[in-house]
């Protein structure tokens, strides 16, 4: 996540919220370099993980998520927060708006970034559309499982070892 005019370099009032890697290749080491980052810049903070609930309100506050998680593709756009995705790493996925995706390169990234932060930009997500998300969701899976004949799923069944 940033905040506006973000990187030392290149926006030197940037408020970063690093989310550290899951179990991915090579996670470790990007792990550590994020530590190294924080360490030495006052703005930067990271989290290993964050409840559901603060993720959500950081991403809702936020003026930009970057990354290649698939959190800048499905939720980001729910919430109307543009998200630079670097690299293939979400390739496949159905793309919202408010998505800009960039090379794995620092022209790049800046580049994408700048335009995420632009009003002409801005405005296109204002209006953006999540693929991914509708309203009332919850009842209409509740509806449509419903409709759902049951009598002939098959359940596993769980036997009793304890008495042999």
Known sequence: FMKKDTHPTYFPEAKIIF?????????KVVNEMIDQYVASHRLATS?????????????????????NSSSGIIEAPLLRTPTVNMGPRQDGRPRAASIIDCDENAKSIRASICKALSPEFQRIVATTRSLYG?????????????SVPLKNILFKKFYDNSST
């Open 47 to 67: 989290f290993v993980s964050m409840e559901r609930f603060l993720y959500l309100s950081a991403l809702k506050n936020v003026d930009v998520v970057i990354g």
């Open 134 to 146: 509708c309203k009332n969701v919850n009842r209409r899976i509740k509806e449509k499982l419903k």
């Open 19 to 27: 989310t550290k890697t899951n179990a991915d290749p090579g996670g």
